[in-house]
């Protein structure tokens, strides 16, 4: 496993915002430095995107930017970008 930090089984619902579409899904692991999310229609590797993390019992959703790395027909799995304002969803 090539993961620098661990990754926690979660279910979120996520926004996903690209200049012309909205796309939802389903975050269904989720470190500090990245995300599998669970969706209809995956992006292609290297396509940058502003997500929203809709955590339930959380008064805002994590927001931040992200790459896809890998692809497939079922989901995708992006890395948070660091020039991003991000706060990790997993810290409290």
């Known amino acids: ?9 979660v279910n979120y619902p996520v926004t996903m915002q690209l200049s012309e579409e909205t796309i939802r899904g389903e975050v ?3 470190s500090s430095g990245g995300a599998y999310i ?6 292609a590797p290297g396509e ?5 993390i809709h955590i339930q019992g959380r008064a ?8 896809v790395v890998w692809s ?4 995708m799995g992006v890395k948070f970008l ?11």
Not at 1 to 9: A, H, I, S
Not at 60 to 67: F, I, L, N
Not at 82 to 92: F, I, K, V
């Open 1 to 9: 496993d090539k993961r620098r930090t661990p990754r926690v089984q």
């Open 28 to 30: 269904k692991n989720l």
């Open 38 to 43: 669970d969706c209809e229609k995956p992006m």
């Open 48 to 52: 940058i995107f502003d997500m929203s």
């Open 60 to 67: 805002v959703s994590p927001s931040t930017q992200a790459q």
């Open 72 to 75: 497939s027909s079922h989901g």
């Open 82 to 92: 660091p020039e991003s304002d991000w706060t990790d969803p997993l810290g409290e």
